[in-house]
């Protein structure tokens, strides 16, 4: 089955820190690869649609400067943290597409997540 | 209001019980609908999709009633494993972003 893998597992960080999560699609190509956060006892919120080869599109509230994203290949996508706060302290989660796969969610496979704790 | 709305339970059951959850969606333009599960600091993982007619897997049975806009799955004879947080989540119409509810915590005991 498709694999979706994320790095790092886990990051703890100063505030002010930038840190940059990895997610890699290992057997299929991704044309779509999706960024998700979420806090403790609540729901995985949507950060960011990333298409390969152009800009991301974010989520209203959420900040493209200080979420950066880049989606430079077909099997890799980065989220860049900036300036990292503690209230950035979340579990963020990707998930990609297959390409050329119908735009249904039966096709999106997800990491296993990446804890980041800002101190 | 939220787009998607689950009891967050915790729902403590017995081995062997019977439990349901429900799920309502605010969003007429629903499209799709799914319940994931997500074990604790692990990624969701897709359990099941949801259609209008119902449908079932082994222990698992979901339902969809667009009139109400709710969904439900219901899971016979609790096993330990079960345990789990448990996500309703819906696609709207020509999009591709999913919609996740906060989950529904089960507690399965022996």
């Known amino acids: 089955g498709a694999v979706v893998s994320q790095h790092p597992s886990r990051v703890i960080c100063k505030s002010g820190t930038s840190v940059k999560i990895e997610c890699r699609s290992l057997?299929?190509?991704?044309?779509?690869m999706f960024w998700y956060r979420q806090f403790p006892k609540q729901s995985l919120m949507l950060m960011a649609t990333?298409?390969?080869?152009?800009?991301?599109?974010?989520e209203q509230g959420v900040e493209k400067d200080k979420f950066l994203i880049n989606h430079a290949s077909l099997t890799l996508s980065t989220l860049t943290v900036t300036s990292a706060h503690p209230e950035d302290s979340s579990f963020y989660i990707c998930?990609?597409?297959?390409?050329?796969?119908?735009?249904?969610?039966?096709?999106?496979?997800f990491g296993p997540g990446t804890r980041l704790l800002v101190l | 209001r939220k787009e998607v709305e689950q009891d967050p339970g915790p729902f403590n059951v017995p081995e062997g019980a019977t439990v349901a959850f429900n799920c309502t969606y605010s969003?007429?333009?629903?499209?799709?609908f799914f319940w994931y599960r997500q074990d604790c600091r692990k990624e969701p993982k897709l359990l099941m999709s949801?259609?209008?007619s119902g449908n079932e897997d082994g222990r698992f049975t979901a339902q969809l009633n667009r009139a109400s806009q709710y969904i439900s799955l219901l899971i016979r004879d609790s096993k330990l494993s079960d345990s789990a947080t448990y996500l309703c989540?819906?696609?709207?119409?020509?999009?591709?972003?999913?919609?996740f509810g906060t989950g529904t915590r089960l507690q399965v005991f022996p």
């Open positions: 998930s990609a597409t297959l390409a050329g796969g119908a735009m249904y969610q039966e096709t999106q496979y």
């Open positions: 057997d299929f190509q991704a044309t779509t």
């Open positions: 990333s298409n390969e080869g152009s800009k991301a599109t974010y």
């Open positions: 969003n007429s333009a629903s499209q799709s």
């Open positions: 949801v259609y209008s």
């Open positions: 989540v819906v696609i709207l119409y020509n999009t591709d972003k999913l919609i």
